[in-house]
């Protein structure tokens, strides 16, 4: 065999992967969300811009972005922020810094769809520890009056807590003012810890020096070391976290399938499981592929952003 | 500069973490907590962690028409014994483990050739094939499912080992991160492997994967972990075929099966799938922070 030709059986298994399991099925979604195609049809129509007709007009699929949209603004701010929290609060002990590291990563490590159904007895309204441990603080006077805001004289029915207590707690994953939002907090405690060793990674290339430099320019307090000297230094890891995130977030999927299924009144109802109820449950291929292909303009937009911010403004190093 | 502890700053840095920790473990402590309890004791919320451990009657043993003595054990037996009998768990390990290895072994036979000729041989269109890669980067598969799904249907590969395995069988990260690795190993040792008689292939697994471990090792991790965890593509491909499911299919599965009360098989099932991968976890947890995030593109 020549060296001239090795290459080839290097490069070829993987080149014929990509282009059959990755670029082949954009193309086969591209082709599909323009056709009426099922499967066990032989034939199909060809319909144009119908399916992404539907994606704009019916109200199921207004549903659909609205949550999805929701989910990755409730969930990309808040983990970002308190992985950023936690790297920096962990970076500045002086013992147990490892300790918290491992606590906080293991619900990245643990299987989510367990977890998920954890968390689903764990927020059952009636038998629920969650709403439990609310319950009880109810009866503790001093508690009550802390949380329902009545120690600053207002009046405790208004508030969430003491309304809460008068009437009874949220039923959470069952009440559509609450179902998308618990998904969020499933979503956040299972992925802060991902984004917390993202930055503990991006703060230790902080060089040291900067601190010191920025000691004798007078910088003396923990806020104006991190305004100065943190948050500038984290911008190529800021850039990278919110993409991750973003992108993370946008697939969410297994904890809508086992604990809401979209609902209640489709307020769960995000991209990746409506993609999986057309197309896998009900067959319906063609309004899938069209949802799979506005997700990947999604996931192509974010991608650029990241491209774009990544080579602009923020290499400092 | 004189450093001086600040142990008011340092006690509020640690009453915050340690809040935040309690929330984090909390599910883990239901978990393990559950799956040791009655289900009287998990439907009040009584009995501290372990519970009473009170002698309890397993009502399918006696509808099985099983002697009452036979019948009668303490609640942690009970769950875990009804977790392993109600549903084929080892199976549902033994696929696990079946598929997640499978996949990663693919995966490098795939990407390693790959890498070192993107890295360490000049050919024309070695560019154009990097691009290539750098492309597929930009598609997550978990959003091209459904056409996958679609291609294996009509082939009829749909309930199959083969649609668990196959469309992970390319990791384009794979390949990127085995590529920039071999970028750092120096040229002169594959030219003195070349001038001792090794064929290109002989480099590719007798050099180049030795040297390679640590990033194998960092990807193998990432790569198992997300495959010990998937749901969604085994959902996808996997109806109704129980001899077929992964962990968390079948763990789902369990769940829509269960009447009301059975938290604590639930729980105990629910332990076997997650405990494996938290122990390995807690014994390298440097290593598999370091591959998690090496890997955290994905």
């Known amino acids: 065999?020549?060296?001239?030709?090795?290459?080839?059986?290097?490069?070829?298994?993987?080149?014929?992967?990509?282009?059959?399991?990755?670029?082949?099925?954009?193309?086969?979604?591209?082709?599909?969300?323009?056709?009426?195609?099922?499967?066990?049809?032989?034939?199909?129509?060809?319909?144009?811009?119908?399916?992404?007709?539907?994606?704009?007009?019916?109200?199921?699929?207004?549903?659909?972005?609205?949550?999805?949209?929701?989910?990755?603004?409730?969930?990309?701010?808040?983990?970002?922020?308190?992985?950023?929290?936690?790297?920096?609060?962990?970076?500045?002990?002086?013992?147990?810094?490892?300790?918290?590291?491992?606590?906080?990563?293991?619900?990245?490590?643990?299987?989510?769809?367990?977890?998920?159904?954890?968390?689903?007895?764990?927020?059952?309204?009636?038998?629920?520890?969650?709403?439990?441990?609310?319950?009880?603080?109810?009866?503790?006077?001093?508690?009550?009056?802390?949380?329902?805001?009545?120690?600053?004289?207002?009046?405790?029915?208004?508030?969430?807590?003491?309304?809460?207590?008068?009437?009874?707690?949220?039923?959470?994953?069952?009440?559509?003012?609450?179902?998308?939002?618990?998904?969020?907090?499933?979503?956040?405690?299972?992925?802060?810890?991902?984004?917390?060793?993202?930055?503990?990674?991006?703060?230790?290339?902080?060089?040291?020096?900067?601190?010191?430099?920025?000691?004798?320019?007078?910088?003396?307090?923990?806020?104006?070391?991190?305004?100065?000297?943190?948050?500038?230094?984290?911008?190529?890891?800021?850039?990278?976290?919110?993409?991750?995130?973003?992108?993370?977030?946008?697939?969410?999927?297994?904890?809508?399938?086992?604990?809401?299924?979209?609902?209640?009144?489709?307020?769960?109802?995000?991209?990746?499981?409506?993609?999986?109820?057309?197309?896998?449950?009900?067959?319906?291929?063609?309004?899938?592929?069209?949802?799979?292909?506005?997700?990947?303009?999604?996931?192509?937009?974010?991608?650029?952003?990241?491209?774009y911010f990544v080579n602009r403004r923020v290499h400092y190093a | 500069m004189m450093v001086r502890t600040n142990w008011l700053g340092e006690f509020l840095k640690h009453s915050v973490l340690l809040a935040g920790a309690i929330v984090v473990l909390l599910p883990f402590y239901l978990m393990l907590s559950y799956s040791l309890k009655s289900p009287a004791e998990i439907e009040s919320n009584t009995g501290g962690f372990v519970g009473s451990q009170e002698i309890m009657t397993d009502r399918r043993c006696i509808k099985a028409g099983k002697p009452p003595e036979e019948c009668d054990m303490r609640p942690i037996v009970y769950n875990y014994t009804a977790a392993f009998s109600e549903a084929p768990l080892v199976r549902y390990m033994l696929n696990g483990v079946f598929v997640t290895v499978s996949i990663f072994v693919i995966q490098v036979l795939v990407a390693l050739p790959c890498a070192y000729a993107l890295s360490k041989l000049r050919f024309w269109g070695r560019d154009v094939v990097f691009g290539l890669v750098i492309f597929c980067l930009l598609i997550p598969v978990h959003a091209i499912a459904l056409p996958l799904y679609i291609m294996l249907a009509k082939v009829g590969l749909t309930n199959t080992y083969a649609a668990l395995i196959i469309p992970w069988t390319i990791s384009v990260f794979g390949i990127f991160l085995m590529r920039q690795f071999f970028m750092t190993v120096p040229d002169d040792l594959i030219d003195a492997a070349r001038m001792d008689g090794m064929s290109e292939f002989a480099i590719v697994w007798r050099v180049m994967l030795p040297t390679a471990i640590p990033a194998l090792l960092a990807f193998g991790i990432f790569s198992v972990v997300a495959h010990w965890n998937d749901y969604y593509w085994p959902r996808v491909v996997i109806t109704g075929n129980r001899d077929l499911m992964t962990p968390p299919l079948g763990l789902r599965m369990f769940k829509s099966d269960l009447d009301g009360n059975e938290y604590g098989p639930m729980m105990a099932a629910t332990t076997v799938i997650v405990l494996p991968l938290v122990i390995i976890f807690l014994l390298a947890q440097r290593r598999f922070i370091e591959g998690i995030t090496m890997t955290g593109m994905k």
């Open chain 1, 1 to 307: 065999m020549g060296h001239s030709r090795v290459h080839l059986w290097f490069i070829g298994p993987a080149v014929i992967l990509m282009m059959g399991l990755l670029i082949f099925p954009v193309f086969v979604a591209a082709f599909l969300s323009f056709t009426d195609y099922n499967l066990g049809n032989p034939s199909f129509n060809w319909i144009g811009v119908e399916n992404y007709d539907r994606l704009v007009t019916r109200s199921t699929y207004k549903k659909m972005f609205t949550a999805s949209l929701t989910y990755v603004l409730l969930v990309v701010p808040i983990s970002v922020a308190l992985g950023l929290g936690a790297a920096l609060l962990i970076s500045s002990l002086r013992i147990g810094g490892e300790l918290y590291k491992a606590v906080f990563f293991l619900p990245v490590m643990a299987t989510l769809l367990a977890m998920a159904i954890v968390w689903e007895f764990a927020l059952h309204p009636i038998v629920g520890v969650v709403n439990d441990i609310l319950r009880s603080g109810c009866d503790v006077g001093l508690l009550h009056a802390l949380l329902s805001g009545s120690w600053l004289g207002g009046d405790p029915l208004q508030s969430w807590y003491g309304h809460a207590c008068a009437e009874d707690f949220p039923l959470w994953l069952g009440d559509k003012d609450y179902a998308l939002g618990t998904i969020a907090f499933i979503g956040i405690w299972q992925g802060f810890g991902f984004n917390m060793v993202l930055y503990l990674a991006g703060l230790t290339s902080v060089p040291r020096e900067l601190y010191q430099a920025a000691h004798m320019d007078g910088a003396d307090s923990a806020w104006e070391r991190f305004r100065l000297v943190t948050w500038p230094m984290l911008g190529p890891t800021n850039v990278f976290v919110v993409t991750i995130s973003s992108i993370r977030s946008f697939q969410v999927f297994d904890t809508v399938e086992a604990l809401t299924r979209g609902g209640p009144a489709k307020s769960t109802y995000v991209m990746v499981y409506a993609m999986f109820e057309k197309g896998v449950k009900q067959n319906l291929l063609g309004i899938g592929s069209a949802i799979t292909i506005v997700f990947l303009g999604f996931v192509l937009i974010l991608t650029l952003i990241q491209v």
